[in-house]
């Protein structure tokens, strides 16, 4: 997540700001691993810590799976959801909670 202090600059009398990509966090130090993205039928999880909850939203922030497994890795059936772009939250027994783009075919 984009949290430090945006760089500003001024060129010739034009300021701007750098900005973030994004506001869901993709990079390597994310929690959760998810593959393969894009998705067809299975989708795997895989996380270092336990992976107390999972909850997957549509883009219209309607939830469309719930799972609690408790367990390092979980497998979502994902062929019978909806084509496009999800989003995929997912909360370990730290209480860390990270959320992650995933396409599905």
């Known amino acids: 997540l984009c949290m430090d202090i945006l760089p500003e ?13 994004s506001g869901i966090d993709s990079s390597e130090d994310s929690e959760l691993l998810i593959f393969p993205n894009p998705a067809s ?8 810590k336990l992976i107390e909850e999972i909850v997957v939203y549509n ?9 609690s497994p408790s367990k390092f890795q979980a497998v979502l059936d994902v062929s019978a959801w909806q084509k496009g772009l999800c ?3 997912s909360i370990t027994s730290d209480g860390v909670s990270s959320i992650s783009k995933v396409v599905i075919n």
Do not use: K
Not at 9 to 21: A, F, K, Q, R
Not at 42 to 47: A, G, P, Q, R, V
Not at 59 to 67: A, Q, T
């Open 41 to 48: 039928s299975i989708l795997y999880l895989s996380s270092a």
């Open 59 to 67: 883009l219209l922030g309607e939830m469309i799976y719930l799972d």
């Open 87 to 89: 989003f995929i939250e």
């Open 9 to 21: 600059w001024n060129l010739d009398g034009i300021s701007w700001v750098d900005e973030c990509t």
